[in-house]
Structure formats: C-alpha cells, structure tokens
Nanobody, 123 residues
Framework: QVRLMESGGESVQAGGSLRLSCVVS????????MAWFRQAPGKEREGVVA???????TYADFVRGRFTITKDEAKNTLYLQMSGLKPEDTAMYYCAAGPVRLPTISPTLYTYWGQGTQVTVSS
C-alpha cells in the first residue's frame, strides 16, 4: 500500500520560513515525479512545484525564488523549503507521486496523494 505522509505545516508570521516533509512508503520502485500542491479554502488545488527522478524541477511563478523542492531518496522523503512566506501562501499543502517522468504541476498525472499539512501565514 502506497502512503504519503506530510508534516511540518504550522502557523507563522509573514516573512517567515517553514520546511515541509513528505515521507513515501510502499511505492513500487521510484516515483517518476513528485510534487507539492496546495489548496486554500474556496479555491481549486494548484500546483506549487514538481521534481522528477532526474532532479528536473518545475516551479509555479508565484513561488519561484521563495520555495525550493528537494528530495532524499535514501530516506524516501520529499521536502519543500519555504521562505518569504506571504498570507496568500496560507493553504493545505499536499504532496503527490506518480510514474510519469515529467515534472508537471498539473495534478492529473499524479496517482498517489497525501492527506495534507496546514500552513497558515499571518500578516
């Protein structure tokens, strides 16, 4: 059974930093791509950043330069380092994994999803 478990979300002040983690277990082999998505209340889920098996990344324009995705394959863990946080970054953050080696931030190519971790940024 594939399981993705996010952690690290919390309430922070604007301008602060957080690091989210996503531990993957039970995945057959290595995911072709993994990604972070977010969903704010009343809004659709949106892609934040993706990374493929070769380390190629795709960032959404609204986080480029502020967020960094990394992975530690030995620990089966995906990370999202967030800095310069803004109130509009407030959302539930989800990690996702899928077989396609295209680091897309479109949700349709991802098969497995975590339950999410809440990030709240206050002004």
């Amino acid at each position: 059974q594939v399981r993705l478990m996010e952690s690290g979300g919390e309430s922070v002040q604007a301008g602060g930093s957080l690091r989210l983690s996503c531990v993957v277990s039970g995945y057959p082999g290595t995911p072709g791509s993994m990604a972070w998505f977010r969903q704010a209340p009343g809004k659709e889920r949106e892609g934040v950043v993706a990374i493929n098996i070769n380390g190629t990344t795709t960032y959404a324009d609204f986080v480029r330069g502020r967020f960094t995705i990394t992975k530690d394959e030995a620990k089966n863990t995906l990370y999202l380092q967030m800095s310069g946080l803004k109130p509009e970054d407030t959302a539930m953050y989800y990690c996702a994994a899928g077989p396609v080696r295209l680091p897309t931030i479109s949700p349709t190519l991802y098969t497995y999803w975590g339950q999410g971790t809440q990030v709240t940024v206050s002004s």
